[in-house]
């Protein structure tokens, strides 16, 4: 390649990147379904920022008199059997597990990012080795090592998050791996070198730009199964602990009477049933616009 040459390979290749994003947010507007993912996602995340203000009642306020009243028009979603506000439990919830769903998200995708790109773009026996050690953690019951996890060392927000991060890192790992091995065969790659950039400044200019979509992806769709996960932990009284909720704690305090006050299951399971198939919903949107096939059709 002459210098022309490479000045017009980056050029091409900057030029091309900000086009494919510019027509994947086009067609990710055009779908209905990815755009009511992400306007509900967006309703829930203000109503749990703002919760102290937009909170019907006091999260510690309860009425032992009134018990476990059906929904009315002073309790629009009914209280529990301690005669607290359900709304407002709920309300409160959203913002742990929300929470503990992105921030543990974030865990994996940190690790799994920096893990993936080097063992991708290092290649060898480096990658080999990096590897080898996913497969073996993939082989271990990561539900026993959570759960052992949080007998030893105790119930925190902080432990919950790193110990559903460090379960959830080993498919991202994986799937920005196969990226990064895929752009590495790519001309501009070699352009990069041949103009004396460094192996950081490549992998920052160009590897992590054109590995972005497959990982946005991955993240919209990780981020329901940590709730979920979290939700489960709660279940089996594992995670947030009272007097904290988070919709997987109200869940599992509605299973123990769903018989004699079934709105006590069947408005926090419907709040975390929106939620995950807002994320999905959304997920599979940016999957389908950010898809070449997609946009070459």
């Known amino acids: 390649m002459t210098a022309t040459q490479l000045k017009s390979a980056h050029s091409n290749t900057d030029y091309d990147s900000y086009s494919l994003w510019r027509e994947a947010s086009y067609r990710l507007k055009k779908n209905k379904m990815a755009m009511l993912g992400f306007w509900t996602l967006l309703a829930l995340f203000v109503i749990a920022a703002c919760t ?10 309860q009425n032992l008199a009134l018990g476990a009243s059906p929904p009315s028009a002073q309790h629009l979603l009914g209280t529990d059997i301690h005669g607290r506000d359900l709304l407002t439990r709920l309300m409160y919830g959203s913002r742990v597990s929300l929470l503990v769903g992105f921030a543990a998200t974030a ?32 082989a271990l019951p990561f539900m026993i090592f959570i759960i052992l996890l949080m007998v030893v060392f105790g119930r925190s927000f902080l432990l919950l998050f790193l110990a559903i991060g460090l379960v959830e890192w080993l498919t991202m790992a994986r799937i920005v791996r196969a990226q990064v091995l895929s752009v590495r065969k790519q001309e501009y790659i070699d352009a990069a070198i041949v103009t004396g950039l460094s192996h950081w400044q490549i992998i920052y200019r160009h590897v992590m730009p054109n590995i972005l979509g497959p990982v946005i992806v991955y993240v919209t769709l990780t981020i329901p199964s940590v709730i979920l996960l979290e939700s489960f932990l709660s279940f089996l009284g594992l995670g947030i602990q009272p007097p904290q909720s988070s919709w997987g704690v109200l869940i599992s305090r509605g299973v123990e009477s769903m018989e004699e006050y079934p709105w006590l299951l069947i408005f926090p399971g419907l709040t975390l049933s929106i939620t995950l198939f807002s994320l999905n919903f959304l997920g599979d949107g940016l999957r389908d616009a950010l898809d070449p096939r997609t946009a070459k059709s």
Not at 52 to 61: F, I, N, R, V
């Open 52 to 61: 102290p203000w937009l909170a019907p009642y006091a999260y510690e306020s």
């Open 107 to 138: 865990v994996s995708l940190v690790i799994g990012v920096l893990w993936g790109t080097i063992a991708g773009y290092i290649g060898g026996r480096i990658d080999t080795v990096m590897m080898r050690i996913v497969d073996i953690l993939y």
